[in-house]
């Protein structure tokens, strides 16, 4: 009986553990994974902390992938019983008839109903933007009238050709709405202006969005049935943008569990994972991968392979790559050395209370909430650098160990190296506090517990040498047992879902013995790729 085949995967975030449970599945092929850190699921972790759980990013589960949508709920069955904080404020909830119990069963997945909205003028407008009362009173007539007639105005004359991400959000929803509530919370997230930035990322994060679509779903909203998508079978909202949705999938203690629980079921089933353990060089010969050296911190080893599956950030794979005995080419070097990434600290606040107060309807369930609803709130305030604040209560309330207490996260999108990265903590949390007084969200006093995280290579950019990233890929696609993934593995700056399906169409490319990766690449680019295209 001959050996298995080894597929060695770079990366056990969620392409990277999607690729290995589907080898497992449905090929002989064997999956080793080699997990430079020492957390399961990349970005998408559960950070904890004294009794607490973080998600790091906010991931929520939702895709209009059946594929996908299904796989989740593979792992984690949807729930058959109200959670904790449905059942206290009397809020009606999907139930899957003998689905599990999230009071009793920790192997469950919640629907949550979904609430992002924006902080501008010390105010919260709706996410995405609402033309409503609540609107109109909170930004002025007078604003609302040339952000009116600026959203015309390139409905009649498109404003440019899109050469940047101003182009793009200009061209969709005017240059007011796109100065008032787009610009800065972008400049944040990537620390530079949205001229200087690639349209091509407003293309994958936004590209069904606009004023037009946003003022159809109202409408829609107004004459719809009043019960939630999931509870009325349209979990999957297949009609709406994802931008637009109502309701997503979650795991009981975040997205760490689900990421977990599938590590577990890799090694159950044969596959090995490995952590702490850094591919360090990729050995190629003609145009195939024939072993990678793994560093363990105390020493190296050297794995050969069948298949090399990389989730790696792209510069550091091509720097893996190069050697005297297969040079990567000088251009090629120049490229990957060149692409940016942006960074990512969060600091967790366990706080008394909130000091914005819960605008909900009197009567609605909501409204009998001790803290707003939002799952996380954007700040669109000039005057500071905090980015995003995530109500880990409103993602799971299992997330939080003490119900009273509002456990928050606050985002700040930096540069490996920087003044904020390079802050020590205490200083740093001192300084997000201050923030957060400072536009009205919470005081000092309130704070009983607090901790940071740093998260490097979050976000690949669209900018740098980005434009010549074509380049990177002539050079790559050809090398036949070489399969990118995965956000940082492509340089793209996909959702969670995104990741799984090109681990997808990876495991499908080595099932059917193709070396043709346009599929691979072709996810989250194409309109219809979602609905259209199955594993």
């Known amino acids: 009986m001959s050996e298995k085949k080894i597929a060695v995967i770079a990366g056990a975030g969620p392409a990277g553990l999607t690729a290995a449970l589907e080898l497992l599945r449905t090929t002989d092929v064997r ?13 998408s972790r559960t950070a904890r902390y004294n009794g607490n759980r973080m ?13 996908v949508m299904d796989w989740w709920q593979g792992i984690l069955p949807l729930q ?29 997945m919640l629907c949550r109903s979904r609430l992002s909205r924006i902080l501008f003028l010390r105010k919260l407008f709706d996410y995405p933007v609402s033309l409503n009362g609540s609107t109109i009173r909170g930004l002025g007539l007078w604003r609302m009238m040339k952000i009116g007639l600026s959203y015309l105005k390139v409905q009649v004359l498109p404003a440019r050709e899109e050469k940047s991400l101003e182009d793009f959000m200009i061209n969709r929803f005017g240059v007011e709405l796109y100065r008032t509530f787009f610009r800065d919370y972008t400049e944040k997230l990537w620390g530079v202006p949205c001229n200087k930035i690639s349209p091509e ?13 946003t003022v159809i779903h109202a409408v829609k909203q107004i004459f719809a049935s009043k019960k939630p998508a999931a509870e009325s079978g349209d979990i999957r909202q297949k009609d709406t943008e994802t931008s637009l949705i109502g309701q997503f999938l979650y795991p009981k203690f975040g997205p760490g569990q689900l990421w977990e629980t599938v590590a577990q079921k890799v090694q159950e089933m044969g596959g090995e994972i490995k952590m702490n353990a850094k591919v360090v060089r990729v050995n190629r010969e003609g145009n195939r991968v024939v072993s990678v050296v793994v560093d363990y911190g105390q020493y190296t080893e050297t794995i050969p392979c069948d298949y090399f599956l990389s989730t790696m950030p792209v510069k550091e794979l091509v720097a893996a790559m190069d050697s005297e005995t297969a040079a990567v080419p000088a251009e090629v070097k120049r490229v990957s050395e060149g692409l940016v990434y942006r960074d990512f600290m969060t600091v967790g606040l366990l706080l008394d209370k909130l000091e914005i107060k819960n605008p909900a ?18 700040v669109q305030e000039s005057d500071v650098k905090l980015g995003r604040i995530q109500v880990f209560n409103n993602w799971s309330p299992y997330l939080v160990s003490d119900p009273s207490k509002v456990w928050i996260g606050l985002e700040y999108f930096v540069n490996e190296g920087d003044e904020m990265w390079t802050m020590p903590d205490a200083d740093f949390i001192k300084f997000a506090i201050d923030e957060l007084d400072k536009i009205h969200v919470a005081k ?8 940071v995280f740093h998260i490097k290579k979050a976000y690949p950019a669209y900018f740098g040498t980005y434009g010549e990233f074509n380049k990177i890929r002539e050079f790559l696609d050809p090398i036949e047992n070489l399969f990118l993934m995965g956000r940082n593995g492509m340089h793209k700056y996909n959702n969670m879902d995104h990741s799984m399906l090109t ?8 099932r059917e013995g193709s070396y043709n990766k346009t599929d691979l690449w072709n996810v989250n680019t194409e309109e219809e790729y979602h609905e259209g295209k199955k594993s």
């Open 80 to 108: 058959g019983a109200a959670s904790r904080d449905d059942i206290a404020i009397g809020r009606k909830v999907p139930l899957v008839e003998g689905g599990p119990d999230p009071e009793k069963d920790d192997f469950v």
């Open 31 to 43: 999956p080793v994974i080699f997990e430079a850190e020492d957390v399961i699921g990349g970005i």
């Open 444 to 451: 000092p006093e309130s704070v009983r517990d607090s901790v």
């Open 201 to 213: 990322w407003g293309g994958q994060r936004i590209k069904g969005l606009s004023i037009t679509k």
């Open 361 to 378: 309807k009197p009567g609605t369930p909501e409204s009998k909430l001790k803290f707003v609803a939002d799952n996380w709130i954007y």
């Open 55 to 67: 998600d790091i990013g906010g991931h929520r589960f939702f895709s209009k992938s059946d594929a």
């Open 503 to 510: 681990a997808m169409e990876t495991v499908k490319c080595i």
